[in-house]
């Protein structure tokens, strides 16, 4: 077996203003959407730089998360201070203000209007493994 593509896929209460919240906050491309015949988005596929991510009209299987599930998506960016800036100008909420952190990064924590969390991170420093793991726990003693 070979890995061909993995890419996540967010349930939405609203496909299309999903898909617009993510062109305007991330500069995503809108690459494909598909709709069932009552117009519901069974599938719409965006990207922004190399990565990609779908969104789907929440339905009957596949449920609107409530609050927000277990899933953070980790979004790496050049300037994560523009593009939290972004998300909130565009109805994103902030969970964790963008800051400089010990393990070489600078980033923040997001919600965007449909339930879904983003880490908006820049690296900041080159560290090996060592560094980062003691940095983070001279940071964070009680975890």
Same mark, same amino acid.
């Given at each position: 077996?070979?890995? *061909? *593509? +993995? /890419? $996540?896929?967010?349930?939405?209460?609203?496909?299309?203003?999903?898909?617009?919240? !993510?062109?305007?906050?991330? =500069? %995503?491309?809108?690459?494909?959407? !598909?709709?069932?015949?009552?117009?519901t988005v069974v599938h719409? +596929? +965006?990207? %922004?730089?190399?990565?990609? @991510?779908?969104?789907?009209d929440a339905d009957g299987?596949? $449920?609107?998360p409530t609050g927000h #599930?277990?899933?953070?998506?980790? +979004? !790496?960016? &050049? &300037?994560?201070?523009?593009?939290?800036?972004?998300?909130?100008?565009?109805? #994103?909420?902030?969970?964790?203000?963008?800051?400089?952190?010990? /393990?070489?990064?600078?980033?923040?924590?997001?919600?965007?209007?449909?339930?879904?969390? @983003?880490?908006?991170? %820049?690296?900041?420093?080159?560290?090996? $493994? &060592?560094?980062? *793991?003691?940095?983070?726990?001279?940071? !964070? $003693? =009680? #975890?």
């Open positions: 077996m070979t890995v *061909q *593509q +993995l /890419y $996540p896929r967010l349930v939405v209460s609203d496909a299309d203003a999903a898909v617009s919240f !993510y062109i305007a906050a991330f =500069g %995503a491309e809108l690459v494909e959407r !598909y709709t069932d015949g009552s117009g719409a +596929l +965006l990207r %922004a730089g190399p990565e990609v @991510w779908a969104v789907k299987i596949d $449920p609107a #599930g277990p899933v953070i998506m980790a +979004l !790496y960016v &050049d &300037d994560p201070d523009a593009v939290a800036a972004a998300m909130v100008d565009h109805g #994103g909420r902030v969970i964790f203000e963008v800051d400089d952190h010990p /393990y070489g990064e600078r980033g923040g924590r997001l919600a965007d209007p449909f339930g879904h969390i @983003w880490m908006i991170a %820049a690296r900041t420093e080159a560290l090996n $493994p &060592d560094e980062i *793991q003691s940095r983070t726990t001279a940071a !964070y $003693p =009680g #975890g």
